[in-house]
């Protein structure tokens, strides 16, 4: 059965950094593509970031430059990086493996 | 960049069907599949359809996928309709700029 559980979301000041993990079981990261989406509260759904399973990498334009997404492949887990948050990253985040997705995390950035 | 285009609400009584549509505005709506996520409140949003028109297991029946080229949209079809299908419903494609696109969603009503 596949498994997405993703963590480590908060509260952060502004200007602060978090890292989300999403910890896949039921198949192998690295082999496949996965993507961040985020969910800002009351919003539609916005694609954050992408890693396909070649290693190549692609952001949004809202986030480029401050969130790196990346994997471990001997924890099966898959990473968001952000830095340098801002009030409007404020959003439940989800990781997601087509056509599976994971449960979210809240990440609040307020001071 | 394209954009994916659903009307923001509809709504229909149980029983009856209902199709919800997705217009691409730029590039062609067959070039790429198109995907449609349910997000039912408070949760976290799943697949119904992928790949334009294939359900995921345990997605019933009542939930089909179709592109039409001549409108350059998409439309995902629920028929037999039940309250439990009270949801957000969002479409997504992409294409070789741009790795995921979401449509801004349709809150479908069953009264």
């Known amino acids: 059965e596949v498994q997405l559980v993703e963590t480590g979301g908060g509260l952060i000041q502004p200007g602060g950094s978090l890292r989300l993990s999403c910890a896949a079981s039921?198949?192998?990261?690295?082999?496949?593509?996965m993507s961040w989406v985020r969910q800002a509260p009351g919003k539609g759904l916005e694609w954050v970031s992408v890693?396909?399973?070649?290693?190549?990498?692609y952001y949004a334009d809202s986030v480029k430059g401050r969130f790196t997404i990346s994997r471990d492949n001997s924890k099966n887990t898959l990473y968001l990086q952000m830095n340098s948050l801002r009030a409007e990253d404020t959003a439940v985040y989800y990781c997601?493996?087509?056509?599976?997705w994971g449960q979210g995390t809240l990440v609040t950035v307020s001071s | 960049n394209f954009m994916l285009t659903q009307p923001h609400s509809v709504s229909e009584s149980p029983g009856k069907t209902v199709t919800i549509s997705c217009t691409r505005s730029?590039?062609?709506?067959?070039?790429?599949?198109v995907q449609w996520y349910q997000q039912r409140p408070g949760s976290a949003p799943t697949t119904v359809i992928y790949?334009?028109?294939?359900?995921p297991s345990g997605v019933p029946d009542r939930f089909s996928g179709s592109i039409d080229s001549s409108s350059n949209s998409a439309s995902l079809t629920i028929s037999g309709l039940k309250t439990e299908d009270e949801a957000d419903y969002y479409c997504q494609s992409y294409d070789s700029s741009n790795p995921w696109v979401f449509g801004g969603g349709t809150k479908l009503t069953v009264l």
């Open positions: 790949e334009d028109n294939q359900r």
């Open positions: 039921g198949f192998t990261v690295s082999s496949n593509y």
């Open positions: 730029s590039g062609s709506i067959a070039s790429n599949y």
């Open positions: 890693i396909y399973s070649g290693g190549s990498t």
């Open positions: 997601a493996r087509p056509p599976y």
